[in-house]
């Protein structure tokens, strides 16, 4: 199944009164208010909002990035707020480019809820009516049990295979910031040694994501003989890097993991090595 739903089988789906939860997660790494300032103002019907730094995102020790994902027990927790059941339908959605969705399809799929899609083309695609009133999270009637985060990669395995290259790092962050220029967002500029760089923005086609047979031949074309169990996907936070890891799904290259403390994390530590070729 691929992890898209367009914006025409979305309405197709709210029609038919099939129990599906619309998640949109709109957000502005620089104006952390701007993606709710947003959905309360419009939003597809029936929406609820779903924020990276309340809800997809755990505490911050000033060592471990700045979108750390949240603990399998305080995830669940979160999911059981929201209202996703383990059989409920979820459609995340953005208006840029799918990256703050991405981040939702991870955790929710790392966590064993498979069914999960992101609306290829954000709201930009969306023609159907849109609505004001903001609705508040139906919790499920159940708690939801803790599942720990399936691809999730730590810094030391990181750290590891500086040495052993025996996986390709993929940084997912623009091509200036990845050599180390005009970065604004972290306060060391660089990459980690070793890496390779796609920047997200190469997925899309406009606001949606190229034909699963083009984003094949682009990744293939990079990672060469590796294998997508050989992929670690990072960027600055932990949240393009998704995009890059869903990109693959829809290529059908499945199984690559995803290093979420990434640069903010990496650069924390003094001792670990930077480049900027």
């Known amino acids: 199944m691929t992890p898209l739903i367009s914006a025409n089988q979305l309405e197709e789906i709210l029609n038919s009164g099939e129990n599906v939860l619309l998640c949109d997660c709109r957000f502005d790494l620089v104006n952390p208010e701007a993606g709710r300032e947003a959905y309360e103002e419009s939003h597809i019907p029936g929406a609820i909002y779903v924020d990276l730094d309340q809800d997809m995102s755990g505490s911050k020790t000033g060592s ?87 691809g999730l990669v730590l810094v030391d395995e990181v750290v590891g295979n500086l040495q052993s290259q025996k996986n390709l790092i993929l940084d997912a962050r623009a091509n200036d910031r990845f050599h180390g220029q005009n970065e604004t967002l972290d306060p060391i500029g660089g990459h980690i ?23 094949f031949k682009d990744f293939v074309d990079q990672l060469g003989s590796r294998k997508p169990s050989e992929v670690i996907h990072q960027c600055g936070s932990g949240v393009t890097a998704c995009h890059n890891l869903l990109a693959m799904e829809v ?13 903010s994390e990496w650069c924390a530590d003094p001792t670990r090595p930077v480049a900027t070729d």
């Open 251 to 263: 290529a059908g290259l499945r199984g690559s993991r995803l290093y979420a403390g990434s640069w």
């Open 64 to 150: 471990n990035g700045r979108h750390p994902p949240p603990s399998p027990e305080a995830w669940a927790k979160t999911k059981a707020r929201l209202g996703i059941s383990p059989n409920t339908l979820v459609v995340a959605y953005d208006k840029q480019g799918s990256v703050y969705a991405s981040r939702l399809w991870w955790m929710l799929k790392a966590t064993g809820h498979a069914n999960v899609r992101v609306l290829d083309g954000g709201l930009d695609a969306w023609n159907g009516p849109m609505g004001t009133m903001p609705r508040k999270p139906t919790p499920t009637p159940q708690a939801i049990e803790p599942m720990p985060y399936v």
């Open 193 to 215: 040694p070793g890496a390779a760089n796609r920047f997200f923005k190469e997925n899309l086609s406009a606001t949606a994501f190229k034909t699963p047979e083009q984003l």
